[in-house]
């Protein structure tokens, strides 16, 4: 198990990407939580065994069905140990 912090930049709030990255975390095991920044950027704490969050990764690169991603930064992180996967609203 490992913790992911990943920051994803681009036209990715008001597009359902959160909502989106939620779906692919549970359907491949990923825990953590998701949430909007005030600069646009979205804000995902993710923790799962190194397949599934090389999965979900790839899915962040891609993004939503009306998203545009221009990148992902990612930086590993100490184990928070989440239960599941959550959209985090302001």
């Not at 095991?29 to 979900?56: C, R």
């Not at 939503?64 to 991603?69: G, L, R, Y």
């Not at 221009?70 to 590993?76: D, F, P």
Request: glycine letters at 8%; one cysteine or more; hydrophobic letters at 40%.
């Amino acid at each position: 198990m490992k913790h992911l912090d990943i920051i994803i930049k681009g036209s990715v709030q008001g597009v359902s990407f959160r909502a989106a990255a939620k779906a692919v975390a549970d359907q491949i095991g990923v825990k953590g939580t998701v949430k909007n920044e005030p600069n646009g950027d979205v804000f995902i704490a993710a923790e799962g065994d190194n397949l599934s969050l090389e999965m979900f990764l790839e899915w962040c690169n891609e993004g939503s069905e009306h998203s545009t991603v221009t990148s992902v930064e990612t930086n590993e992180g100490e184990l928070k140990n989440y239960r599941n996967f959550e959209v985090v609203k302001k």
